[in-house]
Every structure is written in structure tokens, then in C-alpha cells.
């Protein structure tokens, strides 16, 4: 399928029988432009090689999105793939398929583009394929660099992608290298106020168009962070290895894809699928044992500081309160319950002293064996929890018999951490001596997919903490179920909290990489302790938005057992909404503002609806065509009280029951820091 290649600048002859291989002399002589279209002619991409250099630009619907941009990869120890390149060859395909997710926001997803794959050579014989993936929602390119038999390591020393933007657009962004990580509140200026960011990176252009850059299957390689380079260009940034260099390499390799999403609605970033068709199929074979699910656990009572993780007369890992939750999960369907501070190595100054943290050894008062057994017989599992506390040495050499451990006690699911106070992990150079590597540099990025590999061989899930970010691997690794890496409900906790708007703009920004295990549902909002020691800027209604709109396939009901015993009717919404779907729909939204988005359960034909706002109060309108036609359906509202605020009445909720069918348009009333829920059950044919 050649019909969306075009060689400009070659004879019409040529171009016509889509003749994509073109000679190195041919291509210096004439500086051929090749071009693929999306498969609904949505988006085009240009290559070109100019002066020696490898440049693409994008347009959608001839509207320049990205004038030229630079390509090519630089190596410190090799010849590189950057200057004095020619074009040998090209070629051409389009793929239409769907596959199946085992678990996600929806189960069937389309994966449909046009493929252009650009060889270039360079000195020495170098060469590699730029290969790029064209969606009507989107793209990305890779670079595919074989072996090279003169130089079987090679070290990267400088990516040259650029994303060049047509204009000084607005920008959702967090800063790189920082040393809490992603962990900090969006910030939104112009592009030209962005010096290094992370991504997922949002834009918003003076045209009203909504974009996205981020990238796609981040293995063995550098994250990419993008470095403001002037003139609206953003260039990748590898975060580098102790000794400066960015990539270490063996043989042939391929980057990771360098995406954008480009989008008429701010809705329709969330909608897009561009990172997980990126990523190769399951790896892993049957995956019937993954059990997407909602779990409670020891867990916020050491955050509001009721319990501690290290031993004592406040340890909260004890049997006795682990039994009281299993039990709580069992009467209200939970299906998992997570306890941290289980093991050896929380006493002391445990994020200074990592080389402590035994992954085989419980507190004495934390009776494993038993309480794995007492969870079987209710039908619950324990959620096991490994802190490294970034000490990768001593946690890689117990990581197969800690796997082994937590499989031995029938745990499925895992929760990981890395807390470390600036975002540099200690390691043991080549020379001997303690070195210090960046916590998204290509030492992590390795270790991570260890601990998912390791983790799959014994049937157990992650949920890492403190993580590299996601980049769609869960299609590959469906084990990688879910993770952290943005500020979730613990700072509301103990710092100065995420502010009413935090998650308006989560769910344009972090959530646009993939699942989050934010732990949502803290009940106790308004009682004088809660208003005294927390800054959790929310109401009530919010907090149970917040299941459908922060979509994770292991998703905690965070609060204290009692806390939700005290607020029957509002935590059936939390015992109803599902963790995972058949069809997720973004419904409407803006970056920072608001968003509401309807998922459908996976189980059932029931439907479920998520709106969250900022600060301000606000009316929405929201029709319900998403709806089976020709069904009726039970609509249970949660909706903000009357006189309900985040500041002043944080708890006020108004639950009412109501018919409606696909043809209805509902009034949402969101209140200040307020939202909405809703779970549709259908009752019947429309009469
Ligand atoms: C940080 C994690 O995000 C949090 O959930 C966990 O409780 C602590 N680390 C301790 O491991």
C-alpha cells in the first residue's frame, strides 16, 4: 500500500508507481520530500533530509501543527546518525486492526494508521529507519538503528528530536529534574516560559487546537524530557546516567516513539488510544489471573499520623487491625487489602536507610501466614507492599524470594516504592565507589521493567509508587497494572494539599499516560479534625467523581472503615462503581476546569458518570446519548449539596434517584471544589 507516499521533487512517473526507494545521489540532488497521510487524511507528515539533516514537519489539514523539526541520534563512541545523512530508502504501509485489552477503559480498541518508515545512512555505513506511525488523532516516530558490527556498544550522547510549534501556545506542564519528581501542581504559561518539562505535555493553540506530547514504550532507553530550545521548539532532553552519558546500547535497538496528540476538543486527548497502539501486544501470555478490582488498607491511618509504618504500640500492620479490614472488605466487596508497613526496615529513618528493608521478614506482631489464610476464607487477598526506599541493590537481590514470598500467600497485586527526598538513587559505580542515578534515567527505567518481569513469572500485578512515568506499557506487560507518578491524595494529608483545581488538570496532563492509583474517597471532609490537620480541598460528591474520573484497574477506597460506616448512603456509590470498563467515554471539559467523563462497566450494562470542577461553581448540561437507546435506566445522582463548598461545607450531598433514557439532558450542579456521580442501571425497554 504505497497510495500515501508522495515523492515530491522525483518524476511524476516515479511517484505515480509509488517507487519508494530512492537512490542516495537521487535524493541529494532533488531533496526529496516524502509524505504520509493519516487514514482519514487528517494529519500529514513530511521527511525530508536538508543539508545532510533529517527534519519532518506536520500539518493537519494543511495547517502547519509542527514546522521542521530535527531527527537524529548522536553517539559519543560511534559514528552518528546525524549530519551527512542521505535517504536510501522508503516504504510504505497501512494497518487497520483492533485488539483486546484484558483489562482497561475499554475493552476493544482500533488501532488504524499509515506507516512511513525513512531509511537514512549516514558516514561509515551508518544507518537506522525513522519510522513514522500517522493517526488521524495523532502520531509517532521511532528511530530503528541495527547493529553495527564495528561497534557493538554504542552510547548516546545527544537525541536531536525536536517538536517545533508553530506559535508560543498555552502550556500544562511540570518541570524535569526536580526532586520530588512528578509530584508537583501543574503549572500553565506560555510555551516560551517552559525550560525543561516532563510529559505528558499539554498545549492548547491560539486556534482552539488541544495537543499532547509524550512518548510510547519507554524500555531499556532514557526518559525523554523536552528542553525549551527557543522559537516555540521543544528538543528531547534524555535524562542521563551518572556519567553524563544519556543511552547505553547494544546491537540493534529502537527508541522509544516520540507522540503527539493533536485534537479538536480537550476531551478528545483523553479519548485518543495513539500510546497504547504504540506498544507491542501482551508479552505475557494468559493474563486471566489479573484481578482488576477496588482494595481498602493500612494505609491513610499513618498519613493523618493515627498509626505508624515502624514497630511499636502505634504499628498499624498489626494482625488485629489487618483482620478488622479484611473483614470490612469482605461485608462491603472489596476484593484487596493492602498493608504497608508489614515488614522489617520501617524503624529509624527508613527512607535514609533503604539497605534495611528485609521483603521475607514481618514484624513479629504481623502474622502473615495466618492472616493470608483468614483472607482466603473471605474471599478477600492481602496487597502486598515492597518500599525500597530507592535502595535497588538490596531490593534487587531478595526480589525473586520477596515475589515468591507475597505469591506463597496468595498475593496478586503489589504496591512498590521508591521515596527517596531528591530524586537521586545511590548505586556502586564501575570504579567502585557509590555513584547517584537519576530516578528516570536508563538505570531505573531497567529496573522498574525488572521488577514487573519478575513480578509476572510469579502472577502478581504492580502498582509502583514513586515510578517512571507511563508510557502504554500495560499493553505489553499487562501485569504493570497501575501507578502513582503525579501528587495523589496523600499530600492532601500533610502538605499544603492539591487545591480544588488539581484534578481538572490531572486528568488533561498525567492521566493522559495512563492508569493512576490517586486513592480517592476520603470521607472525612468536614469534621474539626479533617478541617484542622488536612487541605483536602474537595467535597463529598467530588471524592466519588473521582472513581470514574481517575481511571486505575486497582483503585482504593482510602478512607478509615469507620469513616465510610458513617456515610452509608454515600459510600454505596463507592461499593457499586466498577474498576474496570467496556467503553470509556470523555464527554466534556476543559484543561484546568473541568472534566466529565462516562464509562461503561465491563460486568454489566450499567453506566457510570464522573464530573469534577475547580474552585468555581458550575452548571453543566449534560446529555446522555452515550446511553443504550431505547432502554430506561435508574439514575443514582451524587450530587453537590445546595450549600455545599470545599472550604466551608465540604460534606453537604445531595443523593437522589431518578428515570431517564438516552434521549435526556441532565443539570449538573457542581459547587466549589465540587463534582458529581452517577451510576445508571438499566430497568427496562422505553415504553
Ligand atoms: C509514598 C507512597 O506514595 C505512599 O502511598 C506510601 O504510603 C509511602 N510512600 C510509604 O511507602
Redesign the pocket.
Known amino acids: 500500500m504505497h497510495r500515501f507516499t508522495r515523492l515530491r521533487g522525483l518524476p511524476a512517473r516515479l511517484s505515480m508507481t509509488g517507487l519508494l526507494m530512492v537512490s542516495a545521489s537521487l535524493a541529494s540532488a532533488a531533496e526529496p520530500v516524502l509524505t504520509v497521510a493519516s487514514p482519514d487524511h487528517v494529519l500529514t507528515v513530511q521527511v525530508q533530509v536538508r543539508d545532510g539533516q533529517a527534519q519532518y514537519q506536520l500539518s493537519r489539514f494543511g495547517v502547519p501543527v509542527l514546522d521542521w523539526s530535527r531527527l537524529g541520534l548522536q553517539f559519543s563512541d560511534a559514528p552518528s546518525l546525524a549530519d551527512g545523512l542521505n535517504i536510501v530508502a522508503s516504504a510504505t504501509r497501512t494497518v487497520d486492526d483492533t485488539w483486546q485489552q484484558p483489562w482497561g477503559e475499554r475493552q476493544w480498541i482500533r488501532n488504524r494508521f499509515s506507516e512511513l518508515r525513512v531509511t537514512v545512512a549516514g558516514a561509515d555505513e551508518a544507518a537506522m529507519a525513522v519510522v513514522f506511525r500517522v493517526y488521524d488523532e495523532g502520531f509517532g516516530f521511532r528511530y530503528e538503528v541495527p547493529a553495527d558490527a564495528k561497534h557493538a556498544k554504542r552510547t548516546i550522547g545527544n537525541e536531536l528530536s525536536e517538536f517545533a510549534f508553530t506559535g508560543d501556545h498555552t502550556t500544562w506542564w511540570n518541570g524535569a529534574y526536580l526532586p520530588n519528581r512528578y509530584e508537583y501542581l501543574y503549572r500553565q504559561s506560555p510555551l516560551s516560559a517552559v525550560w525543561k518539562a516532563v510529559t505528558p505535555l499539554t498545549m492548547k493553540t491560539a486556534q482552539g487546537l488541544y495537543l499532547s506530547v509524550h512518548e510510547a514504550a519507554l524500555l531499556d532507553y532514557a526518559e525523554m524530557t523536552l528542553e525549551n530550545v527557543g522559537g516555540n521548539r521543544l528538543k528531547a532532553d534524555l535524562v542521563p546516567w551518572s556519567d553524563g552519558s544519556k543511552v547505553k546500547t547494544e546491537g540493534a535497538f529502537a527508541t522509544p516513539w516520540r507522540t503527539l496528540t493533536v485534537a479538536e476538543r480537550a476531551t478528545g486527548l483523553i479519548d485518543s488510544d495513539l500510546i497504547l497502539n504504540l506498544n507491542e501486544p501482551n508479552a505475557l501470555g494468559d493474563v486471566s489471573w489479573l484481578e482488576p478490582g477496588k482494595y481498602v488498607g493500612v494505609?491513610w491511618e499513618?498519613?493523618i499520623r493515627k498509626s505508624t509504618?515502624a514497630s511499636g504500640d502505634r504499628h498499624g500492620a498489626n494482625t488485629a487491625n489487618v483482620k478488622r479490614f479484611i473483614d470490612f472488605a469482605a461485608k462491603y466487596g472489596f476484593k484487596g487489602v493492602l498493608v504497608?508497613g508489614w515488614n522489617v526496615g520501617w524503624d529509624g529513618d527508613w527512607i535514609a536507610n533503604s539497605e534495611l528493608f528485609k521483603f521475607t521478614t514481618p514484624y513479629p506482631d504481623y502474622d502473615f501466614d495466618g492472616l493470608a489464610r483468614y483472607a482466603k476464607s473471605k474471599g478477600v487477598r492481602i496487597i502486598g507492599?515492597h518500599?525500597t526506599s530507592g535502595g535497588i541493590a538490596n531490593y534487587e537481590s531478595q526480589l525473586d524470594a520477596a515475589m515468591a514470598y507475597m505469591q506463597a500467600h496468595d498475593v496478586r497485586a503489589i504496591?512498590t516504592?521508591y521515596?527517596k527526598q531528591n530524586g537521586l538513587i545511590e548505586r556502586i559505580g564501575d570504579a567502585g565507589k557509590p555513584v547517584h542515578e537519576w530516578q528516570h534515567g536508563q538505570f531505573m527505567v531497567r529496573h522498574y521493567q525488572k521488577v514487573v518481569e519478575v513480578a509476572a513469572k510469579h502472577r502478581i500485578a504492580i502498582n509502583t509508587?514513586?515510578p517512571i512515568k507511563d508510557t502504554g506499557l500495560r499493553r505489553t506487560y499487562p501485569n504493570w497494572m497501575t501507578r502513582?507518578g503525579a501528587r495523589?491524595q496523600?499530600y492532601n494529608a500533610w502538605s499544603e494539599g492539591n487545591g480544588p483545581g488539581h484534578i481538572a488538570n490531572l486528568a488533561f496532563t498525567r492521566m493522559l499516560s495512563g492508569p493512576m492509583d490517586f486513592?480517592p474517597g476520603i470521607f472525612d471532609l468536614g469534621s474539626d479534625e479533617a478541617l484542622r490537620e488536612r487541605n483536602l480541598s474537595s467535597t463529598l460528591a467530588k471524592q466519588l467523581a473521582l472513581y470514574v474520573v481517575l481511571y486505575s484497574p486497582l483503585q482504593m477506597a482510602a478512607d478509615l472503615p469507620e469513616n465510610y460506616e458513617a456515610k452509608p448512603a454515600a459510600f454505596q456509590f463507592i461499593r457499586d462503581v466498577p474498576a474496570d470498563w467496556a467503553q470509556t467515554r470523555a464527554l466534556d471539559g476543559e484543561i484546568g476546569d473541568f472534566v466529565v467523563i462516562a464509562r461503561q462497566d465491563r460486568n454489566s450494562r450499567d453506566w457510570y458518570l464522573g464530573a469534577v470542577g475547580d474552585e468555581n461553581g458550575r452548571l453543566l448540561r449534560v446529555p446522555l446519548g452515550f446511553l443504550e437507546s431505547g432502554v430506561r435506566y435508574r439514575a443514582q445522582i451524587y450530587a453537590d449539596g445546595v450549600d455545599a463548598s470545599w472550604d466551608k461545607n465540604p460534606e453537604a450531598i445531595d443523593i437522589s434517584s431518578r428515570e431517564v433514557n438516552s434521549n435526556a439532558v441532565l443539570s449538573l450542579r457542581l459547587a466549589p471544589g465540587g463534582g458529581a456521580a452517577i451510576r445508571f442501571a438499566p430497568i427496562g425497554a422505553v415504553k
Request: hydrophobic share 25%; glycine share 12%; proline share 0%.
Open positions: 494505609w499513618m498519613h509504618w504497608e507492599h518500599e504496591k516504592g521515596v509508587h514513586e502513582e495523589g496523600e486513592t
